[in-house]
């Protein structure tokens, strides 16, 4: 149980291009999903965290018009990150959790790479 | 400042010995607390969680946790080469359900 996975797995883009990346929970209902961003040899860094049809929550410092998240179901949510540029290059996972327990499940991971 | 303080190593142990990982956390309030393993170029997967004080044991993995010291341990037994990671250790927020506070993670290499 408790199984999320991420869509895409890895994609390479031109610089000022968006590019989206679905999370979704595959055997429980997501209440809450997490967006982290990891750069090479660093920790993880939560970039926002969205509920399930409300609006996201941004840490300081990210650009919530930069990094468009989107948590329509209880199964899904998306991040987008417009206008893509190379320093937005790094390793994107997402988590989940339920509102039933206070564990978060992580996904694989999206590796993005901007030219 | 919420902080959660993780020695980011190396930590190098023999196979089949036991590793020690330690944990300290700032927020009195965290009531939920979590070991994560990273392989390198990997997404963390959940090990153990811990609400209580005292041991919690799974498999080859013992969690320890001491509220009152605000400290949270893991030990791995009979370390296996398989156990080369990265270890999470990940603290609840008090005032916001379910966000977490990660630490910087220690690094294991389980030598032959």
């Known amino acids: 149980g408790a199984v999320v996975s991420q869509h895409p797995s890895w994609v390479i883009c031109k610089s000022g291009t968006s590019v989206k990346i679905e999370c979704r929970s595959l055997d429980f209902q997501a209440t809450t999903m997490f967006w982290y961003r990891q750069f090479p040899k660093q920790s993880l860094m939560l970039m926002a965290t969205s509920n399930e049809g409300s609006k996201a929550t941004y840490e300081q410092g990210v650009e919530k018009d930069k990094f468009l998240i989107n948590h329509a179901s209880l199964t899904l949510s998306t991040l987008t990150v417009t206008s893509a540029h190379p320093e937005d290059s790094s390793f994107y996972i997402c988590?989940?959790?339920?509102?039933?327990?206070?564990?978060?499940?992580f996904g694989p991971g999206t590796r993005l790479l901007v030219l | 400042q919420k902080e959660v303080e993780q020695n980011s190593g190396p930590l190098s142990v023999p196979e089949g010995a036991i590793a020690s990982l330690n944990c300290t956390y700032s927020?009195?309030?965290?009531?939920?607390f979590f070991w994560y393993r990273q392989y390198s170029g990997k997404s963390p997967e959940l090990i153990m969680s811990i609400y209580s004080n005292g041991d919690k044991e799974d498999g080859r993995f013992t969690a320890q946790l001491n509220k009152a010291s605000q400290y949270v341990s893991l030990l791995i037994r009979d370390s296996q080469p398989s156990d080369s990671a990265t270890y999470l250790c990940?603290?609840?927020?008090?005032?916001?359900?379910?966000?977490?506070?990660f630490g910087a993670g220690t690094q294991v290499v389980v030598t032959p």
């Open positions: 988590s989940a959790s339920s509102n039933s327990q206070e564990t978060q499940y």
């Open positions: 990940a603290v609840s927020e008090a005032d916001s359900w379910g966000k977490f506070q």
């Open positions: 927020d009195r309030g965290s009531q939920s």
